[in-house]
């Protein structure tokens, strides 16, 4: 395919330069505006411990993360400090500020612009230069895809390598080859290596491989479904070995333990080794042998452990409830409250386009349709999975869906109305001023960003908290925060894994106060989701729900004045629900050397 008529490639060249410096300025303010999150504590801790050890942290695998991200972004960073043990992976550290702040910038570069270019490029080879412009102008402006390109963790590399992997299944789809189909596995091994999302990707090539294969066949009746079963089977194999192999070769080959973790006396009679195997002595002999003599690949452990953690669930919020199996419609709500107003009308519009698309036998080249076919066949599966999972803590897991949304709805806007350009400029005009007026009016919190349809950031937290908008981002808020009111003997109720002695904050954490201390204090300043009772259990900090507070840091730490009867009192009933298993806990972690 050619570039589609329209101005020099200097005039691209400027307007993708123009794109990408906005995106990246954006990306700088949020940088700097926010400690670190939650997870990129655990990210950074590992890259330390990675560097520290010369080999890849095991805490990756068996915490199931792919090890991708942090191999691009957090350990060439960790490689530019002294080397440091890390034994507790989710306890910050004051010093990790400015290592994380190169993590990010690495991340934002090598994973989050990369993003905003294909997106230009793929609908400019396939769409002009108007529909380049109005889906890059959706991407570098778009409050969900900043928040995430500017943080050093899994979500940006994830959506980066998915559609690198689906633009590899398209390009066999059009040309099927062997080389374009070992790629398309290469690539689906490194979508799962950035985040173990990625299996969805083998449903994605069964339903690719299905029309091929039916093609191929040169059988009739019930033999030729025989046939294309065993043709797709056998590569859904092939790609399944090459995909696990690449994401082993992520991780360095390594091993994480026995292949079974306990002996056979002390195997659960519901184990899953039992239900398999049974329990006579065939069974013990291979049981013994799994845990004596066989290791097990970090990649089998990852797949464990994300299996396990999608069964038992999470703590989840959405709207006032509180669940830990979560909602089936947690994420098109989500969807719904944390995109803009855009790329909501955006992603309303795909079907309705799609259907005027096929009704009016619009003629173009089959190679268009055919990679659009894999984007909806991608958009379809992905909703599929996350609709059915079980952990519900943040709308980052649709991350993906932001550029194919965007792929798909300007392409067919820009099919639909290929002999209306006056129509597809106005609406794209409206399209890419509404986005910036998005952006700018959140910058630099966008990972806070709601709809102005439910009330914007401000209401954010009645709806969802976690990632959605309290990642622990908001110390250098609440800094100056206190500066403002005149705080001095701040109290915090955090939700997060970052040290405020970071930021130049002197506080006192929570769960390490005697109830005899709590006069001392003249605030108490409460993380969103802690607020609303998802962490932890017994929801202690309900009272608080009941009151004004006094000032907010960002949008995910509200402050509460002492000096306020109400508010003191309320303090007491948290310190007495608060469980004394998490102060254990907590005290446990900060005993530990970050």
Known sequence: ??????????????????????????????????????????????????????????????????????????????????????????????????????????????????????????????????????????????????????????????????????????????????????????????????????????????????????????????????????????????????????VWATDGFSFSGPLKTVPV??????????????????????????????????????????????????????MGERSMEGWRWYFPLAWIVKSTIPEFLLSLAIVPLLVVALRSNIDEEVALGQTRFVWLVAGGVFWVMVCMARVNIGQRYLLVLYPLTFLIGIDLLCLVWRWRQRWLLVVGGLLMTAQVASAVAIAPHYLAYFSPLVGGAPQGRHYLVDSNIDWGQDLPALRSELERLGYDRPLLAYFGSADPEGYGLDVTMFPTVEEGQLDRFDVIAISASKLQGVYPDGDPFAPFRELSPTGTAGYSILLYDLADPQAAEALRIAWRRYPDDERARYTEIQDREP
């Open 265 to 318: 006396e002390e195997t659960p009679a519901n184990s899953p080794w039992v239900k398999v195997l049974g329990n006579g002595p065939t069974a013990s002999w291979i049981m013994d042998a799994a845990h004596r003599r066989l290791q097990r690949p970090s990649v089998v452990a990852a797949v464990i452990f994300r299996w396990l953690h999608n069964r038992r669930g999470h703590p989840a919020f959405l």
């Open 1 to 246: 395919m050619t570039l589609r008529q329209g101005p020099s490639l200097i005039m691209h060249a400027i307007t993708l330069g123009i794109l990408a410096m906005a995106f990246l300025w954006q990306t700088t303010l949020a940088r700097r505006a926010w400690s670190i999150t939650f997870d990129e504590t655990f990210y950074l801790n590992t890259a330390l411990q990675t560097d520290h050890d010369a080999r890849l942290d095991p805490r990756l695998s068996q915490n199931g993360t792919g090890a991708l991200p942090v191999l691009l972004a957090n350990v060439p960073a960790a490689m530019t400090v002294e080397r440091t043990s890390r034994p507790s992976e989710w306890r910050g550290s004051p010093d990790d500020p400015p290592v994380n702040a190169l993590a990010r910038l690495i991340s934002s570069l090598l994973v989050g612009l990369p993003l905003v270019v294909i997106v230009y490029t793929w609908l400019l080879v396939r769409r002009g230069y108007l529909g380049a412009t109005i889906g890059g102008a959706m991407m570098a402006f778009s409050p969900t895809v900043l928040a995430h390109a500017s943080l050093a963790s899994t979500d940006a590399c994830f959506a980066l390598a998915t559609l690198v992997s689906l633009a590899a299944l398209a390009a066999w789809y059009r040309k099927p080859t062997p080389p374009r189909f070992l790629l398309a596995g290469a690539t689906i091994g490194l979508a799962i290596s950035s985040k173990y999302s990625g299996v969805f990707l083998f449903p994605v090539l069964l339903f690719v491989l299905l029309p091929r294969m039916w093609e191929r066949s040169s059988s009739t009746g019930w033999r030729r479904f025989v046939a294309v079963g065993w043709m797709t089977g056998a590569r859904l194999v092939l790609v399944a070995a090459l995909a696990g192999l690449v």
